[in-house]
């Protein structure tokens, strides 16, 4: 029960988002992912398998169209939160890489 008090006590306004992603850590190959929402601290990702367990550090990879073509953003994080739908990771590490990556996200999410 903890756990799930920890995924609603996320940073910032979750936004409702379909975006396919890759979920990587040290330990396993890559897991396709789904991010499901998102907001400025973190982000809920369906997974097709088991994912990572809680504290696990992981890495967000995620694809997007942009004025010249196409780029991969890499958002860095921890699980904080684990389902068998997915799993709940708080990004860690705040870049003007990750702030630009949050903003398109946001911004894809309007639309």
Do not use: W
């Not at 330990?27 to 991010?35: G, I, K, M, S």
């Not at 973190?42 to 694809?63: N, R, Y």
């Not at 990771?89 to 705040?94: I, K, L, Q, W």
Request: glycine share 10%; hydrophobic share 35%.
């Amino acid at each position: 029960m903890k756990a799930q008090n920890n995924v609603n006590q996320r940073a910032g306004s979750r936004m409702a988002l379909n975006l396919e992603a890759a979920l990587f850590t040290s330990e396993t190959a890559p897991l396709r992912a789904r991010v499901q929402d998102i907001s400025i601290g973190g982000a809920f990702l369906k997974t097709e398998s088991h994912p990572p367990d809680i504290s696990t550090p992981v890495t967000l990879g995620v694809c997007m169209d942009t004025d010249g073509g196409e780029q991969i953003y890499a958002l860095s994080g921890v699980v904080v939160h684990r389902s068998e739908q997915g799993a709940g990771v708080r990004f860690e590490g705040y870049d003007s890489e990750t702030v630009r990556c949050l903003r398109r996200l946001y911004l894809t999410s309007v639309n």
